[in-house]
Structure formats: structure tokens, C-alpha cells
């Protein structure tokens, strides 16, 4: 037997290592590479990017909501609601403030949490209720 014999056996031998490794990865990284970010997160104390966004969306998103109950109770114009105005430069500052390490880790200026309040406040106009007298029944009327 010369070693072109064996070429059939050695290639199957190979293809099957490949499909069993591939299986191995398939079952052992969706169960040890959460584990592993956690205990890298815990050791280090550093959150990952995909974490640090979330928080900072999450509070662009709060602070939005409260652009918006401004603009409703009118205590806010719209012409107010661009990123260089210092009141939208405020509420970027108070974003920072509860995400500081979240904003910090990704680089992000007041400035750029500015833009992302305004372009996630919902300014476009709500009708105004009517409020109806309730009708009350004088002498010699039916209500």
C-alpha cells in the first residue's frame, strides 16, 4: 500500500474533525462567551459598548420625554428645540450627569446628546382639548 491508498481515508478523517469542531463551537461559545464578558465586566468593572449605548439611548429618551411635557405645559417653544439652544444644552448636561461613564466610555460631547434630544423629542403639534361646560337645568327646563 502506498500512502495515495490512504488519501480517501485521511480526507474523510479531516472533514469529519471539521464538522465535529464546528458542532463543539456551535454548542460551547452561546454558553461560555456570556459568561466569560460577565466575568470580565466583573473584574474589570468596565461595561461593553453595546451596554454603554443602551444606557446612554435610555437617557436621551427620558430626558425627550420631559422636552416634550415641557413643550406641552408650554413652559418650552419650539423654537427653543435645536442642539445649540442652552436650555437643550442643559438637558444634555443632565444626561450626562446620570450616564457619566456610559457617555465617557463612548466619547460622547453635550453636543452630540443635544442633537440626539432633539431628534428623538416628538415636536409635532397635539390638538388642544375643548372643555365643555356641563349644561345645567334652569326653572322650567329639561336638562
Not at 411635557?69 to 444634555?92: D, R, S
Not at 423629542?121 to 390638538?127: G, L, R
Request: a neutral charge; zero cysteines; hydrophobic letters at 50%.
Amino acid at each position: 500500500m502506498t500512502a495515495a491508498d490512504f488519501q480517501p481515508l485521511i480526507q474523510a478523517a479531516f472533514a469529519l474533525s471539521g464538522t465535529v469542531l464546528a458542532a463543539l463551537i456551535a454548542i460551547y461559545v452561546p454558553i461560555y462567551v456570556p459568561k466569560a464578558i460577565a466575568a470580565f465586566e466583573k473584574r474589570t468593572g468596565i461595561q461593553l459598548s453595546d451596554q454603554q449605548r443602551a444606557a446612554v439611548q435610555d437617557a436621551v429618551a427620558t430626558e425627550a420625554g420631559i422636552v416634550e411635557t415641557k413643550l406641552q405645559q408650554g413652559t418650552l417653544q419650539l423654537a427653543q428645540v435645536t442642539p445649540t439652544n442652552p436650555a437643550m444644552l442643559e438637558h444634555a448636561q443632565a444626561v450626562l450627569a446620570r450616564v457619566p461613564d456610559s457617555a465617557n466610555g463612548q466619547g460622547t460631547t453635550a453636543a452630540a446628546i443635544a442633537a440626539m434630544i432633539v431628534g428623538k423629542a416628538d415636536t409635532t403639534p397635539k390638538p388642544t382639548p375643548i372643555l365643555l361646560a356641563p349644561q345645567t337645568a334652569t326653572a322650567g327646563t329639561k336638562p
